[in-house]
């Protein structure tokens, strides 16, 4: 789906369908007077009898099949006081998808209608564009490779911003680019966390990043298992021991111009292509879900997917180093066993109490070896850790984990914004590296279940250097999910949250 803009007032508007937004017991003056220019018969349109604006009510009006306009699709937000951005995007997935079930071609969207929602939700019209384009591409996000019998309904070809001013503002331009951007690494990250681990194995991943790199003109690099091997990542070896597949470590780096030697904001993403739990093997019931467990790379290539369409026009101001640690996590001979002890890469020896806490073990060595290789500005890491942190923060929500009272506030404010569920929890360290004590070895790799969330993080923790600013985001409850903007599995979650942090290469905020 393409975007455009049709700017220069309702005499210049042409769509198959318009979208217009309207709140609770507004009528067609209160809500879109242009409009209705164009479209004049709006006004006396029938179903406005029984169009309530209630949230989630859709109606469509229908005009002369001659006009320009014929065919306006009334959205609903409820009660104007209580307008929430979540309620908006919903109502703009949804609307896109009537529109693909109607076989409409042409989507506009009545951005005056849209300059007043932004008003009531307290946000410009640069901010309204942006989050309207991503909900209309996620809200149309199906993931269909594998049905014999797919929709015959096909995606609008594109989605129209009517505007009223004589010329489209530069900053509202950017607001749709952005949205393309994080619409296309969004829906990356959904994709590769979709297929299943017959198909996405740690290679595939590998592959795929190489390919996000090339077609964006930056550079990559992979660690095989002798890569691995010879940079001594004996923690992340023991995970990828019991597998058929070999493990992977993709890095992906962008350095735009003017930014060459300044110290990168790097990403590093849990990239469990499948995790069985090995020796320590799950239960049967929802084991499936566990083809998503590499949703923290996958959140880290969207990102660099994103970067990469952004382009230059948008480009940061510091390199992004993108890591994504793939193996995948199998019970079998050569399998790591419960009591096993492994040294890291930064000399730390591990007592793998649990073979299922392999999430820990892959992001140590990788989070060491992007210190060795680096000298980070600041290190993100994204993970599906642990089933704690669910517990403790419920579905949809990411835990933040950092010493840094100002990236944490930032991280969690920028979520809120975006629309992704960041909420901070502690480091306590000395708590849990008694919890996290071995007799035989400096640490076990899984404590207590209680804090389980938290005793993760200060074993990653104990993987960071001295000075170096680090955040954690364990996102094991935000991976899958199913909302208007959502179809049925995997979210994308993290990618807007992290390409804002690599973009702003400072105070996320500005
Ligand atoms: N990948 C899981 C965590 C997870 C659980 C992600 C549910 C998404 C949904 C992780 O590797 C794991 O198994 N964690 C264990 C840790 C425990 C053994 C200390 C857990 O949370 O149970
Ligand atoms: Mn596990
Ligand atoms: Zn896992």
Same mark, same amino acid.
């Given at each position: 789906?393409?975007?455009?803009?049709?700017?220069?007032?309702?005499?210049?508007?042409?769509?198959?369908?318009?979208? !217009?937004?309207?709140?609770?017991?507004?009528?067609?003056?209160?809500?879109?007077?242009?409009?209705?220019?164009?479209?004049?018969?709006?006004?006396?349109?029938?179903?406005?009898?029984?169009?309530?604006?209630?949230?989630?009510?859709?109606?469509?009006?229908?005009?002369?099949?001659?006009?320009?306009?014929?065919?306006?699709?009334?959205?609903?937000?409820?009660?104007?006081?209580?307008?929430?951005?979540?309620?908006?995007?919903?109502?703009?997935?949804?609307?896109?998808?009537?529109?693909?079930?109607?076989?409409?071609?042409?989507?506009? *969207?009545?951005?005056?209608?849209?300059?007043?929602?932004?008003?009531?939700?307290?946000?410009?019209?640069?901010?309204?564009?942006?989050?309207?384009v991503l909900s209309a591409f996620l809200g149309l996000y199906r993931?269909?490779?594998?049905?014999?019998?797919?929709?015959?309904?096909?995606?609008?070809?594109?989605?129209?911003?009517?505007?009223?001013?004589?010329?489209?503002?530069?900053?509202?331009?950017?607001?749709?680019?952005?949205?393309?951007?994080?619409?296309?690494?969004?829906?990356?990250?959904?994709?590769?966390?979709?297929?299943?681990?017959?198909?996405?194995?740690?290679?595939?991943?590998?592959?795929?990043?190489?390919?996000?790199?090339?077609?964006?003109?930056?550079?990559?690099?992979?660690?095989?298992?002798?890569?691995?091997?010879?940079?001594?990542?004996?923690?992340?070896?023991?995970?990828?021991?019991?597998?058929?597949?070999?493990?992977?470590?993709?890095?992906?780096?962008?350095?735009?111009?003017?930014?060459?030697?300044?110290?990168?904001?790097?990403?590093?993403?849990?990239?469990?292509?499948?995790?069985?739990?090995?020796?320590?093997?799950?239960?049967?019931?929802?084991m499936e879900d566990m083809k998503g467990d590499m949703s923290g790379?996958?959140? *880290?290539?969207?990102?660099?997917?994103?970067?990469?369409?952004?382009?230059?026009?948008?480009?940061? !101001?510091?390199?992004?180093?993108?890591?994504?640690?793939?193996?995948?996590?199998?019970?079998?001979?050569?399998?790591?066993?419960?009591?096993?002890?492994?040294?890291?890469?930064?000399?730390?020896?591990?007592?793998?109490?649990?073979?299922?806490?392999?999430?820990?073990?892959?992001?140590?060595?990788?989070?060491?070896?992007?210190?060795?290789?680096?000298?980070?500005?600041?290190?993100?890491?994204?993970?599906?850790?642990?089933?704690?942190?669910?517990?403790?923060?419920?579905?949809?929500?990411?835990?933040?984990?950092?010493?840094?009272?100002?990236?944490?506030?930032?991280?969690?404010?920028a979520g809120t914004a975006l629309g992704e569920r960041n909420w901070?929890?502690?480091?306590?360290?000395?708590?849990?590296?008694?919890?996290?004590?071995?007799?035989?070895?400096?640490?076990?790799?899984?404590?207590?279940?209680?804090?389980?969330? *938290?005793?993760?993080?200060?074993?990653?923790?104990?993987?960071?250097?001295?000075?170096?600013?680090?955040?954690?985001?364990?996102?094991?409850?935000?991976?899958?999910?199913?909302?208007?903007?959502?179809?049925?599995?995997?979210?994308?979650?993290?990618?807007?949250?992290?390409?804002?942090?690599?973009?702003?290469?400072?105070?996320?905020?500005?």
């Amino acid at each position: 789906m393409d975007i455009r803009f049709q700017a220069g007032g309702p005499s210049r508007w042409k769509a198959d369908v318009v979208l !217009s937004f309207v709140f609770e017991d507004e009528r067609v003056e209160q809500a879109c007077p242009e409009l209705a220019e164009r479209a004049p018969w709006l006004g006396i349109a029938p179903a406005w009898r029984d169009f309530r604006g209630h949230k989630g009510e859709f109606v469509m009006f229908y005009g002369p099949e001659a006009m320009e306009i014929s065919r306006v699709l009334g959205v609903g937000l409820g009660r104007a006081e209580k307008a929430d951005m979540t309620a908006f995007r919903y109502a703009v997935g949804t609307a896109l998808r009537r529109c693909r079930e109607y076989d409409l071609e042409t989507v506009g *969207v009545d951005g005056c209608s849209l300059a007043r929602v932004a008003a009531r939700l307290g946000v410009d019209m640069a901010a309204i564009v942006r989050e309207t384009v991503l909900s209309a591409f996620l809200g149309l996000y199906r993931y269909d490779r594998w049905l014999s019998e797919k929709s015959s309904h096909a995606d609008p070809r594109w989605l129209g911003l009517l505007l009223e001013g004589e010329f489209v503002e530069n900053d509202v331009r950017a607001a749709a680019r952005m949205a393309e951007a994080e619409a296309s690494g969004i829906m990356l990250a959904r994709d590769a966390a979709n297929d299943p681990a017959n198909v996405m194995t740690p290679s595939a991943f590998a592959e795929k990043a190489r390919e996000v790199a090339a077609r964006h003109g930056m550079s990559f690099r992979v660690l095989g298992r002798e890569e691995l091997e010879a940079e001594g990542m004996g923690a992340y070896l023991a995970v990828a021991r019991g597998s058929a597949e070999e493990p992977r470590m993709a890095v992906v780096e962008y350095t735009p111009k003017g930014t060459e030697g300044l110290a990168p904001v790097i990403l590093v993403g849990k990239g469990l292509c499948f995790d069985s739990g090995g020796i320590s093997l799950k239960p049967a019931k929802g084991m499936e879900d566990m083809k998503g467990d590499m949703s923290g790379a996958a959140a *880290v290539l969207g990102v660099m997917e994103a970067l990469g369409r952004l382009g230059a026009s948008a480009a940061p !101001s510091r390199p992004v180093v993108g890591i994504m640690a793939c193996a995948e996590n199998m019970p079998d001979g050569h399998a790591a066993r419960p009591g096993d002890i492994v040294v890291a890469k930064n000399g730390k020896s591990i007592e793998i109490v649990n073979t299922d806490a392999e999430g820990r073990l892959v992001l140590a060595d990788a989070l060491a070896w992007a210190q060795e290789h680096y000298q980070p500005f600041r290190i993100l890491d994204i993970a599906t850790l642990t089933g704690a942190c669910a517990v403790a923060l419920g579905l949809g929500a990411a835990g933040v984990f950092s010493e840094d009272e100002t990236l944490a506030a930032e991280l969690c404010a920028a979520g809120t914004a975006l629309g992704e569920r960041n909420w901070r929890l502690p480091l306590w360290t000395s708590t849990s590296l008694e919890v996290l004590k071995s007799s035989c070895a400096d640490m076990v790799n899984s404590g207590r279940r209680e804090g389980g969330a *938290v005793h993760a993080a200060v074993f990653l923790q104990q993987f960071i250097r001295e000075g170096v600013t680090w955040a954690h985001i364990d996102m094991a409850a935000a991976d899958m999910g199913e909302s208007p903007v959502n179809a049925k599995g995997a979210t994308g979650f993290g990618v807007r949250t992290l390409l804002c942090a690599a973009l702003s290469g400072g105070n996320m905020l500005q």
